[in-house]
C-alpha cells in the first residue's frame, strides 16, 4: 500500500490530454515538493517534473504538473506513442522522514 | 558526460550480504546528495536510503532499518549499500540515483538485480 495513491492506468488517443492524480497527506504533498517520474518499458526512470511544475531542461512542455493542498496532478497534453510508459509521483515525508513515492499509473496511447 | 553506474548485485541466499556500489562520474560527487531506489520485479518504485553530501545525515526506509547502510566514499566518487539479513521480498532491481536539493532524483543509473533465492 503505497502512501501516495495513483490511478493503476489512464489512457487516451493520441493528441488527446491525459491526467494521472496523486493524492497524499499533509505530512507529505502538502508540506513539500512534488516530482513526477517517466519510466519507459525496460529503461531507468527519468524526473520529469520537480518542485511541483517545474520541468527540467529536454522535457517537453506538453507535460505539466501542478499541487493544490495534499493533491498533485500531471497532464500530458497532445499524448504521443512514445510517451507510454509508468509514470510516479513522489515526495518527501516529513512523518516518515523519507521519500515516498506512488504506486505509479500506466499511460497507454489507444 | 554525467553518469551513474550500478555494480555489486547478483544472486544471494536468504540471510545473506551483499554490497552495491554505484560509481559516478561526470559531475561535482560531493555536491550531491545520493540514493538508492529498488523496484521489484513487476512492481513500483520504492525509495530505500539517502546520504547527505558529507555522510554525515542517512535516512532509511522502515523496511530495511537495521539490515541496510548507505555509505560513500569521496575519495573514489562512489556511494554504496551494504545489505544484510537479506530476504526473499528484497528482490528487485536496486538504482542509484543523484539527489539534487529541490530537484529530485535528476539521474539515474541503468540498475543492478538483487535476487534473493534458495
Known amino acids: 500500500q503505497s502512501v501516495l495513491t495513483q490511478p493503476p492506468s489512464a489512457s487516451g488517443t493520441p493528441g488527446q490530454r491525459v491526467t494521472i492524480s496523486c493524492s497524499g497527506s499533509s505530512s507529505n504533498i502538502g508540506s513539500d515538493y512534488v516530482y513526477w517520474y517517466q519510466q519507459l518499458p525496460g529503461t531507468a526512470p527519468k524526473l520529469l517534473i520537480y518542485?511541483?511544475?517545474q520541468r527540467p531542461s529536454g522535457v517537453p512542455d506538453r507535460f505539466s504538473g501542478s499541487k493544490s493542498g495534499t493533491s498533485a496532478s500531471l497532464a500530458i497534453s497532445g499524448l504521443r506513442s512514445e510517451d507510454e510508459g509508468n509514470f510516479y509521483c513522489a515526495a518527501w515525508d516529513d512523518s516518515l522522514s523519507g521519500y515516498v513515492f506512488g504506486s505509479g499509473t500506466k499511460v497507454t496511447a489507444l | 558526460e554525467v553518469q551513474l553506474v550500478e555494480s555489486g548485485g547478483g544472486l544471494v541466499q536468504p540471510g545473506g550480504s551483499l554490497r552495491l556500489s554505484c560509481a559516478a562520474s561526470g559531475f561535482n560527487f560531493s555536491d550531491y546528495w545520493m540514493t538508492w531506489v529498488r523496484q521489484a520485479p513487476g512492481e513500483g518504485l520504492e525509495w530505500v536510503a539517502t546520504?547527505?553530501?558529507?555522510?554525515?545525515?542517512?535516512y532509511y526506509v522502515d523496511s530495511v532499518k537495521g539490515r541496510f547502510t548507505i555509505s560513500r566514499d569521496k575519495a573514489k566518487n562512489s556511494v554504496y549499500l551494504q545489505m544484510h539479513s537479506l530476504r526473499a521480498e528484497d528482490t528487485a532491481v536496486y538504482y542509484c540515483?543523484?539527489?539534487?536539493?529541490?530537484?529530485?532524483?535528476?539521474?539515474w543509473g541503468q540498475g543492478t538485480m538483487v535476487t534473493v533465492s534458495s
Open positions: 546520504i547527505n553530501e558529507d555522510g554525515s545525515e542517512k
Open positions: 540515483a543523484r539527489d539534487y536539493a529541490g530537484v529530485g532524483f535528476d539521474i
Open positions: 518542485n511541483n511544475n
